[in-house]
């Protein structure tokens, strides 16, 4: 236990419990409660700055971009022609940040609840706060639940980057909340959901794809590797109106100079492909 | 930094400096110095049992089997006919465990230096150390340097289960060793080897594949997800002396009676040619 010494933030949660992960701090830049939220922004000896909302990792410098560009290139490149977003949550910009730089998207609408991630975002994280800067976005403070019921037929993709599934982030993982997204695309939508990693809670990820299988016609999980994350996986619940939908087939293909335009550093088509292949254990599960 | 409490067992390591992975733990069931090594096992309240190796997780209960079918069955199924399987390392018998499920291997020779690694792994681990138990199993306790240096063309897969690239492991990483296995094998061998996270060590990567790229006509890197190790990533460095080998095309496909008939919980046809397509920044990085 000698590396337990002053100056380490150790992250522990209901949801993962007998194991934490813990990362050394060279400083803390901000540490404030917000209307919602313990809000925590340290800058660290190996990850670079991170942001840590109720005592949770949300992203770290070192490794955000392989979150941010999965949550926001696979649905996008799953749908046909994505000129209008919405996104839910994503208060550090970093989602408007990767939506802005696919070619088809003309028009990005966020709604953020916490006023507060934003603001402490622009200031600490402006790596991910760039996002905020896209003449393509339209951003509003507000809760995403409300502002759906009062947009119909209106998106044609609908990302939710939210919190994990304690306090009020759970409604963002029931059945009702995607049929309030349903309701809010055109048709052949697709949404694509934050679902937890199939490590340490394969419940919550069966349960939510259940969820969005009650509602959409075409349904699956893809995943990515993420280190700062509990198991360093995570994954997405995306749901297509379009039946037809082949997820693991991208609707449009990077060349390397493309690439390197839009600054990906994780995401490639092939990626996109194989963030489908699920180990055995999951397969099976949640068939 | 209240969950640092009695209990808790930290592993830190100079390779990976900043984070830290903790977990409870409910037991020491073993703490002693080998001829080699601190030898520790644990029975912990969320990963079951735990081996640990001067003081780095070797692997847990609850997800080694991501790891020992990767690095097997990669290789295993990369060849047309294993038939005759050297495994240097792994003296917990993961590996051997899954290598004797193939159904094409005939034969496995393994050579382990620490002898006190296998007997606790025997009385503390059973659900690896059944491995040991396999009719096709020859174990012998030395070096494996030495064992090749006495068994030249003799086999056609070789596995390194090897620990982390510190103290005596350092020379499992390098050149000469990628040659030592080449002059091992029969004809249109595989090699196999543990090398690192691409998150936290890509330099480790980089110089592991180009070791192994200098010995094989053909050498490719693939990786898995085991989230107890560092970054929740690891990946294998594999050459083949069959310079037309296409190691993202399994040369066997498992049907779902085979995956349950040999108890495979990761590793399936699709999880072969996915754990061969890398992120943008480790593809150029590697390329």
Redesign the interface.
């Known amino acids: ?1 000698d ?2 010494k002053k100056n ?3 992250e ?1 949660c209901e949801l ?9 701090v060279k400083e803390v830049l901000y540490n404030e409660r917000s209307e919602y939220q313990n809000v925590q922004v340290f800058d ?4 670079g700055r991170v942001l840590v909302l109720d005592g949770i990792i949300q992203c770290t410098q ?2 955000e971009f ?1 979150y941010q560009e999965m949550i926001s290139f696979l649905p996008l490149c799953c749908h046909k022609n994505p000129e209008k977003v919405l996104i839910v949550g994503g208060g550090d910009g970093g989602v408007a940040r990767e939506v802005a730089k696919h070619p088809k998207v003309k028009e990005i609408v966020q709604v953020e609840i916490d006023a507060k991630v934003i603001e402490v975002s622009k200031k600490y994280l402006p790596f991910m706060a760039v996002g905020f800067d896209s003449p393509k976005l339209t951003l509003h403070v507000g809760d995403g639940f409300e502002f759906m019921k009062n947009h119909s037929q209106e998106f044609d993709v609908i990302i939710t980057d939210s919190s994990d599934p304690i306090g009020p982030a759970v409604s963002l993982f029931q059945e009702n909340y995607f049929s309030l997204m349903k309701s809010a695309l055109k048709p052949n939508g697709i949404v694509c959901s934050q679902a937890g ?1 199939v ?2 809670d394969i419940e919550l990820v069966t349960s939510t794809l259940s969820h969005c299988k009650k509602q959409f016609p075409a349904a699956a999980y893809g995943y990515t ?1 993420v ?2 994350y ?4 995570i994954g997405f619940v995306i749901g297509s109106l379009d039946k037809d939908v082949e997820f693991d087939k991208p609707t449009i293909s990077f060349t390397r100079e493309d ?1 390197k335009a839009m600054n ?5 088509s ?2 996109h ?2 963030a489908f ?5 999951v ?1 099976y599960q949640l068939s």
């Open positions: 236990m590396t337990l380490w933030f150790t522990a993962w419990p007998g194991g934490t992960f813990s990362f050394e660290t000896t190996s990850l070192k490794d392989s990693t490590w340490n590797s280190p700062t509990p198991s360093g996986q690439e990906l550093r994780y995401y490639n092939e990626v492909k194989a292949v699920l180990p055995t254990f397969k």
